[in-house]
Structures are given as structure tokens and as C-alpha cells.
């Protein structure tokens, strides 16, 4: 009797410790200073700029609600074409599934500020996850036979989301495409025949002598050169367009910020906004700076504010200084550093120099700022994509969206599996073949499935 009373206080006791904990934890989790106090753990490389944003993810009293990850991430995968979308596990047919794993959730697979078992990726499942419900392959797969249940996620073979570059019909579509193409080419930028098409009204060129800067003022006199010379002044863009917030006033703004770009430029600052180089601002915090990151940069900018001007600088908005040099100026890995000699930096630099065809150099923003192309009008546009995460990781993303545009699909893979080239910024010819292209080649040749027939109408 004694015994129950002392387990029944033992009870209430750890019942009020959890409660208060609970709710102080709350309390703390809708401030943003002093709460890395509460973090159980590093967060990961995905997240840590805005770790001390507690609610974008945590609901008190109720843990971390999927919505939360979807509000931030469901666009993203569903461009990705996703595999393995929660709905595909509302099935019933795939009920034994998710008892194995439930997929349904996205924490099953990412837990947060778990360094000790974080994958890349944010991943903190244990690698032979796709064995938990694809155990049966190999009897379907001569192929698959003797592989070991951790190697399907290796590089170049599948991913459990994005697969766009991986499926068997596109391999078999794209595998006998030569290493390099017989035109290289990055489509061409055509943001100057958007706009005018767009803004018939656009005004003509202004002058020096037209600027509307405040009259009391002087001002370096390359500031004056550099705004008439560039595609602002040539566009009719005068300075009070970004100096004044038509919202705030009349005042004078000395130094204006990526919202007021962003009333003329919408598709720039949104990619900006989502990827490790504005997510920060997005979140309503200060600026990231290199002194914050945790990969390696220059220690001489430590401080340097990550804004639209980083890489465009105040005036010229040179979109080819911006492409290399900008880049150079804070990243200093030893892939950035690989980039100088590099055959793609020379091609780079013999389009500069007008000695090779323009777009078919690559620079840094080539792979990490592609051009993507798009709809509109009736039109078929081109638009930089500037969240240079969108296309990271896994790497596999980039085979598409750039390498395609020079190189075979074969090629692509093969470099983009050998971690050797990361590091020497693919200066060699890669090390390594995946199988995977072979495999799918092979068994069309004998045998179409009905799964690659289904894929192929689908495309
Ligand atoms: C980007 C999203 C994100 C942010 C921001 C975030 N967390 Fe978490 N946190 C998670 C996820 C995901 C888990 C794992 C939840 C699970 O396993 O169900 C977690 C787990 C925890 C846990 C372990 C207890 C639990 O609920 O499982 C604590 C404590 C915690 N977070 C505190 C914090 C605090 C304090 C902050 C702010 C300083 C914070 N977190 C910011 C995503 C986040
Ligand atoms: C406030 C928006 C926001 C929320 C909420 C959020 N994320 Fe993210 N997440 C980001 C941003 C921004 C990045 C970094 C850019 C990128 O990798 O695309 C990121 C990165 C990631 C990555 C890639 C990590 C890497 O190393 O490349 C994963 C995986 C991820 N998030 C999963 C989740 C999951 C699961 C949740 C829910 C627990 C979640 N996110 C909640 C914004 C968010
Ligand atoms: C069964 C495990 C699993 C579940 C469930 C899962 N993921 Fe992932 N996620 C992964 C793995 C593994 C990767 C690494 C890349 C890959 O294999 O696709 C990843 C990568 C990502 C990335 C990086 C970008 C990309 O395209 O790969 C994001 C963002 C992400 N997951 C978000 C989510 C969100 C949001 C959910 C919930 C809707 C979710 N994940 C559910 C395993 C999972
Ligand atoms: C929670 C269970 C689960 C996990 C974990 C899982 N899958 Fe799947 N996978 C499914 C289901 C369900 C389907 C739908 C087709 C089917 O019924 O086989 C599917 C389909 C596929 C397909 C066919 C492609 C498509 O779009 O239809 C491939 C390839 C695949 N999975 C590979 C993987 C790989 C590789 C992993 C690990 C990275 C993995 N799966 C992890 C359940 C899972
Ligand atoms: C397309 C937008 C844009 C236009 C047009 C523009 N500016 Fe600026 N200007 C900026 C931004 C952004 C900064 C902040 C730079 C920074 O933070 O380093 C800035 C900074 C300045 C500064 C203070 C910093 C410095 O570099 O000395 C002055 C003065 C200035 N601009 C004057 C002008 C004048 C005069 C004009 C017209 C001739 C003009 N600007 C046109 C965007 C613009
Ligand atoms: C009042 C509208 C307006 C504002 C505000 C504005 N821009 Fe522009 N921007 C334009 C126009 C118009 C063009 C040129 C279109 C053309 O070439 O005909 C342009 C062109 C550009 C280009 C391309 C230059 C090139 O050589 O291709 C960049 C980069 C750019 N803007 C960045 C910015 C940044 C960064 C800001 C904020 C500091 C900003 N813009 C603010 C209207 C604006
Ligand atoms: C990390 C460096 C970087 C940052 C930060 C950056 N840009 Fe850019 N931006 C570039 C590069 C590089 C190009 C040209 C890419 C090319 O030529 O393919 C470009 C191109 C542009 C263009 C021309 C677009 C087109 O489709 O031709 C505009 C407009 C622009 N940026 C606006 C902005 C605005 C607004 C911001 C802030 C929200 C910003 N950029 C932040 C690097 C950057
Ligand atoms: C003002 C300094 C600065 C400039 C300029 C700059 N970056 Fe960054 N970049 C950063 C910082 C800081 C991060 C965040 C790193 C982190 O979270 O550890 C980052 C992140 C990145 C990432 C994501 C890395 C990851 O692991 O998720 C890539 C890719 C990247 N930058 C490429 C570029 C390219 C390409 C350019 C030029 C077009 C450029 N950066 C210009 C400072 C800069
Ligand atoms: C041929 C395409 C290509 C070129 C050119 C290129 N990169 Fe990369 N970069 C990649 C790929 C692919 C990755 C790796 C993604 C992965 O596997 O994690 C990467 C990774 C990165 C990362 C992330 C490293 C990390 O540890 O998180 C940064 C930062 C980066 N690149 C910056 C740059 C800069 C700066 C330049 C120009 C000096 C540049 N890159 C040129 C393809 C390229
Ligand atoms: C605009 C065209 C273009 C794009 C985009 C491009 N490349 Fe290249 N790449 C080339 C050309 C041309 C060469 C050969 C240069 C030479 O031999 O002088 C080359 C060379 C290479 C090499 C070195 C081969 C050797 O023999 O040393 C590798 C590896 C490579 N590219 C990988 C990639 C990857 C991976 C991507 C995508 C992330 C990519 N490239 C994007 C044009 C491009």
C-alpha cells in the first residue's frame, strides 16, 4: 500500500516536473533570445541559421507539426516530382509499409538538433531505410540481386525524393547522349526583352544630368558613371526608384534593402529569400554573414552583410562580376578555390574575352544560379535562379537543370558521384562509373516493364 502511495507521488511529481517544463519551454519558444539555452542539441546544417526561430517549427504543448515542415518545404517537392509524397502512404495497399516505417511523417526521417546520428541532408534514419519496404527487388531484379540492402541511396543510383534525373526511362532516353555535346550551350539571359515586352510604357535612357538624387549632395563621381552607364539608367530607373519607399515617405533612403528591389525584380529576391544565403532575412532576422557560417570562408569579411548587393554591388549591378568574383570575395572551400584553372573557369574567361560563343562559359553561378527556363505569355522565358540551394543537394538535381546542357547524362552522373571532382571543381575526368544507366539499357533491351511504359506516357 505504502509502496502504490510512494509510485502514485512519484507520478504526480514527474507529471508536474514534465508540465512545467512543457510549458516553460513554450513560454521560451516564442522569444528568440536566450532559447539556444533549450536547444537538446546542435541543429542541422539545413536549419542552424534560424534555429532561434523555435515556432517556424515547434507548436507548444504539441511538438513539431508536419504542416510546419510543409509550409517551408511542399513546393520544393512537389517540383521534384517526389517519389515517396505522404499521400502515397494513405493507401491502404501500403498499410504493411508504413508499420515498417511511417513515411507518412517527415520526422521519421529528419529529427532535429540530433548531431550524433545526422546524415547529410538533415537525414537521421539508419542508411538501409528503402530495404525496410523494398526487401523484395532483387527477386524482380536479376540485376539487384547481390547488392547490400545500404547501397540504393548511393550516389547516382536513387534518391527517396527527388529521382527526376534517375528514372529508368530517363536513363534509357539519355544514355547513349556523348560526354560532351556537340553545342554548349547556357540558354541565353533575355531579362532586357522580358521586361520591355512586358512594360511597353518602360521610359527611355536617362542622363547623368537627369539623376534625382538630393541636389545638396556630392557624390563620387564613378557612383554617378556607374548608374547611367548600367541597365537601370538605360531602363529609366532613376535613383528616388530605390532610394524612397513609396510606403514609408518621401525620405531619403541611404542604404535600401532587398524589399525595395523586390518591387520591381519578384522571381530574384523570392529564389534569394529561400536558400542559406537570404533565409535569415526571410525569417525577419539580421543578415547571415560569412562570420556566421559554418563552411569555410574569408576570415577579411567576416562581417560583410549578405544582401543583394554582395554580389551585384550598389550601381553597376555587373551580373558577371557577380557570377565569379562576388563569389570569391566570401567562399574560400577548396572546391571555390579549385574553380581558378579550372577547363570550365577558361572557358568562362574566353567568353568573356569574346574569343569562344557567348553562354558557353561556366561560372560558379552557371551550376549553383542556373537559368532556368519558363512559361509565360506564350512565351518561353529565361529566369537566374537565385536560391542557390534549390539545386545543392542532392547533387543530382544539377544533372537537368546544367550539366545537360554541354555533357550526356552518362557523363554527368559519373562526375557527380566522384567526390574527387567536388574537391577539384571538376577538373578531371571522373574516376568511377555508376552501373545504373547499363542496368536500365539492358533489361529495356529485353524486357519493357510495365513501369518504365506507365513512366513513358507520363513524360
Ligand atoms: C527547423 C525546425 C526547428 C526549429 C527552428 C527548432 N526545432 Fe526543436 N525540434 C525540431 C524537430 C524536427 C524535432 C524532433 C521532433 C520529433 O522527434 O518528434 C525537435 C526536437 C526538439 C526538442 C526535443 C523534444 C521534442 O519535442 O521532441 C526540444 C527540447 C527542442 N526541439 C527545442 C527547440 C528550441 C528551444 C528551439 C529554438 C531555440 C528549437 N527547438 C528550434 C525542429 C526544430
Ligand atoms: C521556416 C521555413 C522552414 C521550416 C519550418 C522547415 N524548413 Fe527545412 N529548410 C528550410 C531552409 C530555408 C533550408 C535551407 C535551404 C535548402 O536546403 O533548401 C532547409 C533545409 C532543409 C533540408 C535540407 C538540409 C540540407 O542539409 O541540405 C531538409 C531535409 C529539411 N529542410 C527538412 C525539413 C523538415 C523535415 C522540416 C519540419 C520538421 C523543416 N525542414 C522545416 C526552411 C524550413
Ligand atoms: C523515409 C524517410 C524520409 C521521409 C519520411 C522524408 N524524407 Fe526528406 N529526405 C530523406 C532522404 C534520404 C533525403 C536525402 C536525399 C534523398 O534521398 O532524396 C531527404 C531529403 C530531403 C530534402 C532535401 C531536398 C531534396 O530534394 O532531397 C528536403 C527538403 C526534405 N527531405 C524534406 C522532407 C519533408 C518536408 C518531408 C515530409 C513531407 C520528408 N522530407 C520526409 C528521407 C525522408
Ligand atoms: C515507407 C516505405 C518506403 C520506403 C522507406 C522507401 N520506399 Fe520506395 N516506394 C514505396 C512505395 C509504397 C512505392 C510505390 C510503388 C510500390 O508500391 O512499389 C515506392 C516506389 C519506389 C520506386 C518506384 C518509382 C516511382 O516513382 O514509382 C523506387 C525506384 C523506389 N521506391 C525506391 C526507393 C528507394 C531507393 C528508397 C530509399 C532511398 C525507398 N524507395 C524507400 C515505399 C517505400
Ligand atoms: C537599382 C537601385 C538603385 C539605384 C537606381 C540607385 N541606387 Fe544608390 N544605392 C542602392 C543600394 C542598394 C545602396 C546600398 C549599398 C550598400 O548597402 O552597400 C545604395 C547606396 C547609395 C549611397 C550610399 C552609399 C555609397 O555608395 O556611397 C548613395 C549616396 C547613393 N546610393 C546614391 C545614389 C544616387 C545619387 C543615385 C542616382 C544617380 C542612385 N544611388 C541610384 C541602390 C540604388
Ligand atoms: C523601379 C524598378 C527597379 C528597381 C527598384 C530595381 N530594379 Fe533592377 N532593373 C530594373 C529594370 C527596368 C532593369 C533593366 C531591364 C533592361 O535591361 O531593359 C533592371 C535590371 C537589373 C539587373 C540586370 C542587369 C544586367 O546587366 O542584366 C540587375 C542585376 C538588377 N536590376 C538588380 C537590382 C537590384 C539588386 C535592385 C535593388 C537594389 C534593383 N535591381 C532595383 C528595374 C528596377
Ligand atoms: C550570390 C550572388 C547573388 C545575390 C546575393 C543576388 N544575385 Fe542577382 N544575379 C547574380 C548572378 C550571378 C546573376 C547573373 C547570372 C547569369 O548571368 O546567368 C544575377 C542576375 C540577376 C538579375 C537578372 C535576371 C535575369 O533573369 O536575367 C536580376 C534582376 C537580379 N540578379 C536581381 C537580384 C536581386 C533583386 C537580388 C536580391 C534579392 C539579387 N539579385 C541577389 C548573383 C546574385
Ligand atoms: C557576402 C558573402 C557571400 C557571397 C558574395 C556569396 N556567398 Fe555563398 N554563402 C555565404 C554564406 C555566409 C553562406 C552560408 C554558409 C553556411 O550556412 O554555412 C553561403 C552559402 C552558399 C551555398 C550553400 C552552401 C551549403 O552548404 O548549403 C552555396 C552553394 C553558395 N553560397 C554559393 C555561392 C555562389 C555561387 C556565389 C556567387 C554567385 C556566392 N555564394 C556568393 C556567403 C557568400
Ligand atoms: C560544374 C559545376 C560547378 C561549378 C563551376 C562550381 N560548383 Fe560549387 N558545387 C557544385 C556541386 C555539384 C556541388 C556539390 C553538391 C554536393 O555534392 O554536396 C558544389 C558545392 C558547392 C558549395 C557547398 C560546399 C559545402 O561544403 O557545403 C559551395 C559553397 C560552392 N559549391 C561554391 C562554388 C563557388 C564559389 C564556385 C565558383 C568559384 C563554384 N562553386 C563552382 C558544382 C559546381
Ligand atoms: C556551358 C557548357 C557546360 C556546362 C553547363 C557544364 N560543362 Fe563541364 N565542361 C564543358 C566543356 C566544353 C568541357 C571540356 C573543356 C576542355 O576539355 O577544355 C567540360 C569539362 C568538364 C569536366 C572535365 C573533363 C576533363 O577531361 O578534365 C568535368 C568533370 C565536367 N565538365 C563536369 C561537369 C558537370 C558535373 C557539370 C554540371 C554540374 C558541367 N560540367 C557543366 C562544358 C560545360
Known amino acids: 500500500m505504502i509502496r502504490r502511495l510512494q509510485q502514485r507521488a512519484l507520478w504526480v511529481i514527474w507529471l508536474l516536473g514534465t508540465l512545467s517544463l512543457a510549458a516553460y519551454l513554450g513560454w521560451t519558444m516564442q ?10 542539441g546542435e541543429t542541422s546544417h539545413g536549419h542552424y541559421q534560424i534555429e532561434m526561430q523555435c515556432s517556424v517549427c515547434h507548436t507548444p504543448m504539441s511538438g513539431v507539426k508536419q504542416e510546419a515542415c510543409l509550409d517551408c518545404h511542399a513546393t520544393e517537392l512537389e517540383a521534384a516530382d517526389d517519389s515517396h509524397p505522404p499521400k502515397k502512404f494513405l493507401d491502404p495497399r501500403n498499410a504493411d509499409r508504413v508499420a515498417a516505417l511511417n513515411a507518412r511523417l517527415c520526422v521519421t526521417c529528419h529529427r532535429e538538433h540530433v548531431p550524433e546520428i545526422t546524415r547529410p541532408l538533415g537525414v537521421t534514419m539508419p542508411q538501409d531505410y528503402c530495404f525496410r519496404c523494398h526487401a523484395d527487388i532483387g527477386e524482380e531484379r536479376p540485376s539487384h540481386v547481390d547488392l547490400g540492402f545500404q547501397t540504393c541511396a548511393s550516389s547516382g543510383c536513387h534518391n527517396f525524393h527527388d529521382n527526376r534525373a534517375l ?8 544514355g547513349k547522349s ?11 539571359r533575355d531579362f532586357a526583352a522580358r521586361y520591355r515586352q512586358e512594360h511597353p510604357e518602360a521610359a527611355s535612357a536617362l542622363t547623368i544630368a537627369q539623376h534625382n538624387g538630393p541636389a545638396d549632395r556630392t557624390y563620387e563621381p564613378t557612383l554617378l558613371t556607374d548608374w547611367a552607364e548600367t541597365a537601370h539608367a538605360q531602363a529609366g530607373v532613376n535613383c528616388r526608384d ?14 535600401p534593402a532587398h524589399t525595395v528591389c523586390a518591387t520591381c525584380h519578384e522571381a530574384e529576391p523570392k529564389g534569394f529569400l529561400l536558400g542559406h544565403h537570404g533565409m535569415r532575412l526571410d525569417q525577419g532576422l539580421s543578415p547571415m554573414t560569412p562570420g556566421m557560417a559554418r563552411i569555410p570562408m574569408k576570415e577579411e569579411v567576416a562581417d560583410r552583410a549578405l544582401t543583394c548587393v554582395s554580389c551585384h554591388r550598389a550601381h553597376t549591378f555587373d551580373t558577371q562580376h557577380a557570377a565569379v568574383k562576388a563569389c570569391m570575395g566570401c567562399h574560400n572551400d577548396d572546391h571555390t578555390r579549385a574553380y581558378l584553372g579550372s577547363k570550365h573557369h577558361t572557358l568562362w574567361q574566353r567568353e568573356r574575352q569574346g574569343t569562344a560563343a557567348p553562354n558557353s562559359g561556366v561560372s560558379c553561378a552557371t551550376c549553383h544560379m542556373p537559368r532556368e527556363q519558363y512559361q509565360r505569355g506564350g512565351n518561353t522565358w529565361v529566369e537566374v535562379q537565385h536560391n542557390q540551394n534549390d539545386n545543392l543537394r542532392p547533387n543530382e538535381k544539377m544533372i537537368r537543370s546544367v550539366c545537360m546542357n554541354c555533357h550526356g547524362l552518362r557523363f554527368s552522373i ?13 577538373n578531371s575526368q571522373p574516376s568511377t562509373h555508376i552501373e545504373s544507366i547499363d542496368w536500365a539499357m539492358r533489361r529495356v533491351k529485353t524486357k519493357p516493364s510495365d513501369a518504365s511504359k506507365k513512366e513513358n506516357e507520363k513524360r
Do not use: M, S
Not at 242 to 255: K, L, S, T
Not at 414 to 426: E, F, G, Q, V
Open 178 to 188: 556523348p560526354d560532351l555535346a556537340a553545342t554548349l550551350l547556357n540558354p541565353p
Open 242 to 255: 530605390c532610394h524612397v519607399d513609396p510606403d514609408a515617405g518621401p525620405q531619403w533612403i541611404e542604404r
Open 31 to 40: 522569444r528568440t533570445d536566450g532559447a539556444e539555452v533549450f536547444l537538446p
Open 414 to 426: 559519373d562526375a557527380l558521384a566522384d567526390p574527387k571532382l567536388l574537391a577539384n571543381n571538376y
Open 167 to 174: 528514372y529508368e526511362d530517363f536513363l534509357v532516353k539519355h
